[in-house]
């Protein structure tokens, strides 16, 4: 039946990432790969009263159809919350909540994308971003990461070449594989870049909230001067990602076009969990939870940070993030880390990562993996880095790998 299916569908081969995963799935394996948190920290109790709570509250009346915007006082306290910890300020009629972020990343690509659409996206980038874009089909331009996130002079360069594009898609705070965060500088240039240019910046900030050191930037959204940014975050890293609730915030030209495609798509998001999300926020400080989480997570980083600088030959170099999920590890020259997963990791360390090359646009890069820390307690994860580091010390010093494109 394949001679039926749209080409946005055939041309989206997602195998070797279903192969990933269901990898790490194996309980005999110890998966660095999966971007969950820790099922440990999640307030169920309280999310289980707030659940009754709501519906006690409400009664019938919750289970009806409902605004496509969302429920006008969440949507108001997330516009109180964007103006305290990001920065933003904007109304509740600036806010829409979503089906998680992903489907924000999803409307944002159906309003903007037409097929060959010119687009910049960072290298590497959330790979969900890359599954929901290219549905669309856009031409990518991949724009590289350092220490200080998106390079804008690269960025700029890129604009100058091709002004065609339309789109630029970010994600600033404690990136998502790298785990950096875009300088203060780098923020006001690319609002600057994309005022000069004519482009839309998606600024997708999930993580911004778990920061283990340092201070917090303001959004990019908050030096938007010209309705470019569409800001979005989630629930799903700082209370649970079953919830399945996100947010964006858009400038009123921009929202409007995304209430009508959302009502489209699914009409509403689930009344019945906004209202328990928003009994939650009414009886409870998510600041001191996320507080609670981010301690958590601290010892985490940390324990990865410290098994990584004992067990990991000195050719290898990675990421010393200051929040969010992620490490990024670089491997030498010459070493392809998804044959190497599948060929001598998987089978040998029984470890889980994920490989550069489905991080990419490009999908050329090959020389990298992908580390997640937060779902896995920290004497697992220093097993699992020192089985991992043991098979790298062979594999630098017996370069037999295929050789790859490099980060």
Known sequence: MKNLFANRVLNNDTSDLNEIFKNSANPENISFA???????????????????NAISQDGQAIFQYA???????????????MATCAGVHVDADNVMLTQGGQQAIDLVAKLLLNR????????????????????YEPTYYEIPVDQDGMDVHYLKNTLKAHPEIKLIYTVPDFHNPTGTTMSLRRRQALVALANQY???????????????????????KHFDTEGRVIFISSFSKILSPALRTGWLVADDEIMTELIGLKSAIDVQSPNVTLAAINSYLDHHDIDHHIANINAAYRVKRDAMLNALDRYFPASVTYTRPAGGFFIWVSLPQGIDAQQLLRDVVLPQAHVAYVPA?????????????????????????????KRLGAILHNVTTNTTVKVGAQL
Not at 117 to 133: C, I, N
Not at 370 to 383: A, E, G, K, M
């Open 34 to 52: 999966g971007g969950f948190p820790d099922n440990r920290l999640f307030p169920d109790h309280d999310l289980k009263t707030a659940y009754q």
């Open 67 to 81: 605004s496509t915007q969302g429920l006008p006082a969440l949507r108001q306290k997330l516009a109180n919350r």
């Open 198 to 220: 004519d482009v839309i910046i998606l600024e997708d900030s999930p993580y911004r909230d778990l920061r283990y050191s340092g201070k917090n930037l303001p959004a990019i």
């Open 357 to 385: 090359s489905c991080q990419f646009a490009s999908r050329q890069v090959t020389n990298g993996f992908r580390l997640n820390f937060t779902s896995l307690d920290p004497i697992t994860i220093t097993t699992g880095v």
């Open 116 to 135: 060959g659409d010119a687009m910049a996206v960072e290298g590497p980038t959330y790979m969900g971003a890359l599954a929901a874009f290219d549905t």
